[in-house]
């Protein structure tokens, strides 16, 4: 699975009390293409989240928001997790 992804970013922190997480992200290509979920390295394995909405803070921030991912604590829980993207969505260059 691991050759199948690629990392794109890293949760940093928390945002407010809905339940959004801050990424620090080097590739912003779940904008530019349809994807509607990320992968988070959770516990050495990725797991599949879906994304319910998102917006850009600058060139190399943006906050997400993951269904089921409804409040501060829970958001909390995976900040530091590295974040990816599977590479049969990516577009070729």
């Keep these: 699975m691991i050759g199948e992804i690629y990392k794109i970013g890293t949760l940093t922190r928390t ?5 959004e997480i801050s990424i ?7 904008d530019r293409v349809e994807a509607d979920y ?3 390295m959770v516990d050495g394995l990725p ?3 879906f994304l319910e909405e998102w ?3 600058n060139d190399t921030t ?13 958001a909390q829980e995976f900040v530091g997790c590295d974040v990816y993207f599977p590479q049969e ?5």
Excluded at 24 to 30: A, G, K, L
Excluded at 62 to 74: E, H, N, S, T, W
Excluded at 89 to 93: I, N, Q
Aim: aromatic share 16%; charged share 25%.
């Design 15 to 19: 945002h407010g009390v809905r339940g």
């Design 62 to 74: 943006a906050l997400l928001k993951f269904q089921g991912i409804d409040d501060a604590v829970r």
């Design 55 to 57: 917006r850009f803070r």
């Design 24 to 30: 620090s992200f080097t590739d912003d290509v779940w």
């Design 47 to 49: 797991v599949p989240f």
């Design 38 to 40: 990320l992968f988070l």
């Design 89 to 93: 969505l990516t577009p070729e260059s």
